[in-house]
């Protein structure tokens, strides 16, 4: 058997679809954004249970700094990479 080739006698190429192709790559990232988001909604969620339990923003604010200091750091890093 031979090689299919187009007009100039080079190997065709082959689709950009199937396992290594651009379809892939997209699934992938779709895949990547979906657990961020899983992630960055993992560091919310505390953060929601405990400002449920204060009466005032402020009091929030300067009861669970560290909290949500740590939270914001948390964010960054998952953001980032």
Known sequence: MHDVTDGDHQPAAAPASGRF???????????????????????????????????????????????LLAAALSFVVVAVT
């Open 21 to 67: 192709g651009r379809e892939s790559l997209e699934r992938l990232m779709t895949f990547g954004d979906a657990v961020v988001a899983i992630a960055i909604t993992l560091i919310v969620l505390p953060l929601v249970d405990t400002a449920m339990d204060v009466d005032s923003a402020a009091g929030f604010f300067s009861g669970h700094w560290d909290t």
